[in-house]
């Protein structure tokens, strides 16, 4: 690989995380180099009302490996990865929630499955911060996927290392709801692509809220599933 091309790309989409992204990006610029090599860290500030771009384009100021950009309006974690993704330098690709979300000690359970893979699937340990209503949302969202789109793995909502060059072959249409993470795995079926599942010991946020179970997220997320089931794009002939 050419000296100005990272190995991996690390999106890290940030609305209101005034909170999370200064211990997150230290997180990640202290454990990559081993894990990793080299790298490159992408903030994406999804039209935050707080602090949290300025603290992006201090935190790039202040690493070479950091970059930053900013959405004038709101356009959700499928709107930050796709950003990022468009800016993207590196061979392969990982979405970092803004709060971590996992143990960094597993972040190297990625890169230890992802020479005999095109996406590793991050397997979260438990959901002990949803309430009663979410967990029903993330138990039916994840059985819709399952049954409509004979799919087998046992999670699509959570972090995974992607090809880059896969993330671009098969596009992403459905960014703008929580469908986009199982449209990408769908089509990455449908292409033959390989895959493997990690157990990712998660940590739930300290700081910040989160906004994944809003009513209208749900129901877009719902349509955007149904449609791209109806659509039939799924049932492509697999690559062998």
């Known amino acids: 690989m050419s000296a100005d091309r990272p190995f991996v790309s690390v999106a890290i989409p940030a609305h ?31 039209a935050s009302r707080d602090g949290t771009g300025e603290i992006a384009d201090r935190l790039a100021a202040d690493d070479p490996r950091v ?26 690709f990982l979405l970092i929630p803004a709060d971590l979300a996992l143990d960094p000690e597993d972040l190297a359970k990625y890169f230890e499955a992802s020479p005999d893979a095109d996406v590793v699937i991050g397997v979260r340990s438990d959901k002990r911060d949803y309430g009663p209503f979410r967990r029903l949302v993330s138990w ?11 799919m087998r793995e046992r999670q699509f909502q959570y972090i995974s290392l992607y090809r880059t060059r896969l993330l671009r072959e098969v596009g992403i249409e459905f960014w703008r709801s929580a469908f986009f993470l199982p449209e990408i795995l769908i089509k990455a079926k449908a292409r033959g692509a390989r895959s493997r599942e990690v157990f990712i010991r998660y940590v739930p946020r300290h700081a910040g809220r989160a906004t994944g179970a809003r009513l209208p997220l749900i129901a877009r997320t719902a349509r955007d599933m149904l449609v791209f089931w109806w659509r039939g794009d799924w049932r492509q002939p697999r690559r062998t």
């Open 16 to 46: 209101n995380e005034q909170s999370n992204l200064p211990s997150t990006v230290r997180v990640l610029l202290e454990r990559l180099p081993a894990i990793a090599g080299t790298f490159e860290l992408l903030v994406v500030d999804d």
């Open 140 to 150: 039916t969202n994840a059985r819709m996927i399952r049954g409509l789109f004979q």
């Open 67 to 92: 970059r930053a950009f900013h959405h004038p309006e709101n356009r959700g974690i499928g709107g930050g990865f796709v950003t990022a993704l468009e800016h993207s330098r590196g061979e392969w």
